[in-house]
């Protein structure tokens, strides 16, 4: 099992940047694909970005490519999300998870989740 913890979240006008930032604990963190998912108001979770383990692969939602870089180091058992050109469209709950796979996290399936950050933009 792992626990996740966020932290870098914040109130940001629209175009600005935030980093965002996951520290992992518990089993081996190197073996998880990692991603962020996000969630707005009245809306569903969705996925934004996932790395596999090594950090060779990556996925992209569509609305955030070019915008949004995953990053993971895990010497630091740490996973980042760095948010360039944000707009108000980005406003949710921002949620770090784990799973087995990429696949896994793609198909939210069997994934450990943490608690959120809030990124808010304004306009």
């Known amino acids: 099992q792992v626990q996740l913890v966020e932290s870098g979240g914040g109130l940001v006008q629209a175009g600005g940047s935030l980093r965002l930032s996951c520290a992992a604990s518990g089993r081996a963190f190197s073996r998880y694909a990692m991603g962020w998912f996000r969630q707005a108001p009245g809306k569903e979770r969705r996925i934004v970005t996932a790395?596999?383990?090594?950090?060779?692969?990556?996925y992209y939602t569509d609305s955030v490519k070019g915008r949004f870089t995953i990053s993971r180091d895990n010497a630091k058992n740490t996973v980042f999300l760095q948010m360039n050109s944000l707009k108000p469209e980005d406003t949710a709950v921002y949620y770090c998870a784990a799973a087995d796979s990429l696949g896994e996290l793609l198909r939210s399936g069997s994934v450990y989740w943490g608690q959120g950050t809030q990124v808010t933009v304004s306009s």
């Open positions: 790395i596999n383990w090594s950090g060779t692969t990556t």
